[in-house]
């Protein structure tokens, strides 16, 4: 039995920051996330760098912004020079077995392309497109269990689950939790993890498709969670309101805006029993390294790859056009064997997380990357900060947010054909830049719920000049036309505030 340490990640799909209990949700049901946050340290500002799934994993395994990766939308290809590359690679190199579980969602390339030796529960792709849970080998199971999805449609979704989701944005699954895909998921991880090898240490990947849409949950989940202690977003009321065109004329507001009240808490609370259900598989994980008696010798990350609007500005999902702390902000916990337990308020990025545990690890990692390891602030309150602040960028090609596998870089970025959101999130504001539309500026201290926008206000003025000169300065290298536009953007009556 090799000394070193291993590593296991655990990956929700879709889970925003404030849906754990030990973040301080009232409603949440995350025993096992809970008890892990209790030996761990926890990060409270941890960003994603693209709000959308292929953009954030491609940036969680190679450590590159999504401008340097290539993966601009979802079902982007990845840039061929960096089909083979990644942190998975570093550890195979460096002794380790690697295992991948679950969702991928790297376009262009494979878990074994970048360096997993083992492989399991992956999604097909279709037309192009890895489909998170369109997985071959789960259906297949399911159909011998005597259950039948629509051939036509990309997730797993019986006629009755259809007919359900036609009605309401919520639905109970009609799969039992016994063949729910998350269950069938972990068990197929557990399968792997007992036929690992027991000579060498291990980095494995646990990757679930909950708490992503469509709200299909299975019981008891459906109604585990406790209505009378949802709490709304504080921004529900004011709805879309204060915000630029083309979030008021998007679908993540049109397709929700008839929902009531109690309608929104419905929908809130089979997003948490969904997300409950990952905490579960979390918990049989744990069980299993403890009876093998590796939980001890194992660095434990959990996190998500974005989060989801869920009310917020009455909005829904994830996407280009939504740079707002709900769908940015990611939980992080961050187990290490010797027990250093502690809250880190100090601002990560999911491009952190490779660099880090590579370090935690011992593993060198040489590629070229955009991420900084936080491994001293793991346990350390008083680590200093890695970032004074955290940046995100979306691009649209021709006003497409995804392809199919065809490829669109940055360097290929054209305007007004393709538009370009960047966003900055600061201690105290966030702004975003919008090629084809207005831009925002909101002071997070007197304004958390980001609900009046000071970008073009004498107030906001300086900040709005300074925060715009930072995103043109982070993209310039890959963007320079870009980088004019965000200068550009800034009112003219206020650039003279810059000095």
Same mark, same amino acid.
């Given at each position: 039995?090799?000394?070193?340490?291993?590593?296991?990640?655990?990956?929700?799909?879709?889970?925003?920051?404030?849906?754990?209990?030990?973040?301080?949700?009232?409603?949440?049901?995350?025993?096992?996330?809970?008890?892990?946050?209790?030996?761990?340290?926890?990060?409270?500002?941890?960003?994603?760098?693209?709000?959308?799934?292929?953009?954030?994993?491609?940036?969680?395994?190679?450590?590159?912004?999504?401008?340097?990766?290539?993966?601009?939308?979802?079902?982007?290809?990845?840039?061929?020079?960096?089909?083979?590359?990644?942190?998975?690679?570093?550890?195979?190199?460096?002794?380790?077995?690697?295992?991948?579980?679950?969702?991928?969602?790297? !376009?262009?390339?494979?878990?074994?392309?970048?360096?997993?030796?083992?492989?399991?529960?992956?999604?097909?792709?279709?037309?192009?497109?890895?489909?998170?849970?369109?997985?071959?080998?789960?259906?297949?199971?399911?159909?011998?269990?005597?259950?039948?999805?629509?051939?036509?449609?990309?997730?797993?979704?019986?006629?009755?689950?259809?007919?359900?989701?036609?009605?309401?944005?919520?639905?109970?699954?009609?799969?039992?939790?016994?063949?729910?895909?998350?269950?069938?998921?972990?068990?197929?991880?557990?399968?792997?993890?007992?036929?690992?090898?027991?000579?060498?240490?291990?980095?494995?990947?646990?990757?679930?498709?909950?708490?992503?849409?469509?709200?299909?949950? !299975?019981?008891?989940?459906?109604?585990?969670?406790?209505?009378?202690?949802?709490?709304?977003?504080?921004?529900?009321?004011?709805?879309?309101?204060?915000?630029?065109?083309?979030?008021?004329?998007?679908?993540?507001?049109?397709?929700?805006?008839?929902?009531?009240?109690?309608?929104?808490?419905?929908?809130?609370?089979?997003?948490?029993?969904?997300?409950?259900?990952?905490?579960?598989?979390?918990?049989?994980?744990?069980?299993?390294?403890?009876?093998?008696?590796?939980?001890?010798?194992?660095?434990?990350?959990?996190?998500?790859?974005?989060?989801?609007?869920?009310?917020?500005?009455?909005?829904?999902?994830?996407?280009?056009?939504?740079?707002?702390?709900?769908?940015?902000?990611?939980?992080?916990?961050?187990?290490?064997?010797?027990?250093?337990?502690?809250?880190?308020?100090?601002?990560?990025?999911?491009?952190?997380?490779?660099?880090?545990?590579?370090?935690?690890?011992?593993?060198?990692?040489?590629?070229?990357?955009?991420?900084?390891?936080?491994?001293?602030?793991?346990?350390?309150?008083?680590?200093? !900060?890695?970032?004074?602040?955290?940046?995100?960028?979306?691009?649209?090609?021709?006003?497409?947010?995804?392809?199919?596998?065809?490829?669109?870089?940055?360097?290929?970025?054209?305007?007004?054909?393709?538009?370009?959101?960047?966003?900055?999130?600061?201690?105290?504001?966030?702004?975003?830049?919008?090629?084809?539309?207005?831009?925002?500026?909101?002071?997070?201290?007197?304004?958390?719920?980001?609900?009046?926008?000071?970008?073009?206000?004498?107030?906001?003025?300086?900040?709005?000049?300074?925060?715009?000169?930072?995103?043109?300065?982070?993209?310039?290298?890959?963007?320079?036309?870009?980088?004019?536009?965000?200068?550009?953007?800034?009112?003219?009556?206020?650039?003279?505030?810059?000095?």
């Amino acid at each position: 039995m090799s000394d070193r340490l291993n590593v296991l990640v655990v990956m929700a799909d879709e889970q925003s920051w404030n849906t754990l209990g030990c973040t301080g949700n009232p409603a949440a049901r995350t025993p096992n996330l809970d008890a892990l946050a209790g030996e761990s340290t926890v990060f409270d500002a941890c960003y994603t760098p693209f709000p959308l799934c292929c953009p954030s994993r491609t940036s969680l395994w190679t450590g590159l912004m999504p401008r340097h990766h290539g993966v601009l939308g979802n079902w982007r290809s990845i840039e061929p020079r960096l089909r083979s590359a990644g942190i998975a690679q570093a550890f195979a190199t460096a002794g380790y077995h690697t295992h991948y579980n679950g969702k991928w969602h790297v !376009p262009g390339t494979t878990p074994g392309q970048m360096g997993w030796a083992d492989s399991s529960a992956i999604p097909a792709v279709l037309r192009g497109q890895d489909r998170g849970r369109y997985i071959e080998d789960y259906r297949t199971w399911a159909a011998a269990r005597g259950y039948t999805f629509d051939p036509d449609h990309i997730e797993n979704l019986t006629t009755e689950d259809l007919a359900t989701l036609r009605e309401e944005p919520y639905a109970t699954a009609a799969v039992p939790l016994d063949s729910f895909l998350e269950t069938w998921q972990c068990d197929t991880f557990l399968e792997a993890m007992a036929r690992r090898p027991a000579d060498k240490p291990w980095l494995a990947v646990c990757s679930m498709n909950a708490p992503h849409f469509p709200m299909l949950v !299975p019981s008891p989940y459906d109604t585990l969670i406790d209505r009378d202690r949802v709490r709304l977003p504080e921004s529900w009321s004011t709805g879309t309101a204060t915000k630029p065109r083309e979030v008021r004329e998007s679908h993540f507001a049109r397709d929700f805006e008839n929902l009531s009240e109690q309608e929104w808490i419905e929908v809130t609370s089979h997003y948490l029993g969904l997300c409950a259900l990952v905490d579960t598989q979390f918990g049989r994980i744990r069980q299993y390294l403890e009876d093998a008696g590796e939980w001890d010798r194992t660095v434990v990350v959990f996190t998500s790859d974005h989060g989801d609007l869920m009310g917020a500005h009455r909005l829904m999902e994830k996407g280009h056009w939504l740079h707002y702390e709900e769908d940015l902000r990611v939980p992080l916990i961050v187990r290490h064997p010797d027990g250093r337990q502690s809250r880190n308020a100090n601002f990560v990025s999911m491009c952190d997380i490779a660099p880090t545990l590579g370090e935690l690890a011992g593993v060198p990692w040489h590629e070229s990357h955009d991420g900084r390891s936080f491994a001293a602030m793991v346990g350390n309150d008083v680590a200093a !900060p890695i970032r004074e602040y955290v940046t995100a960028e979306t691009m649209l090609h021709d006003g497409k947010p995804g392809g199919s596998g065809d490829p669109f870089h940055a360097r290929d970025w054209q305007y007004p054909r393709d538009s370009l959101n960047l966003s900055v999130r600061t201690a105290g504001h966030r702004y975003i830049f919008r090629s084809h539309d207005e831009a925002e500026l909101y002071d997070l201290t007197a304004d958390p719920w980001e609900q009046r926008n000071l970008a073009a206000t004498a107030e906001g003025s300086s900040t709005a000049v300074l925060l715009a000169g930072l995103l043109a300065d982070e993209v310039a290298d890959v963007l320079p036309d870009a980088a004019a536009l965000v200068r550009k953007a800034v009112p003219a009556d206020t650039s003279a505030s810059k000095g």
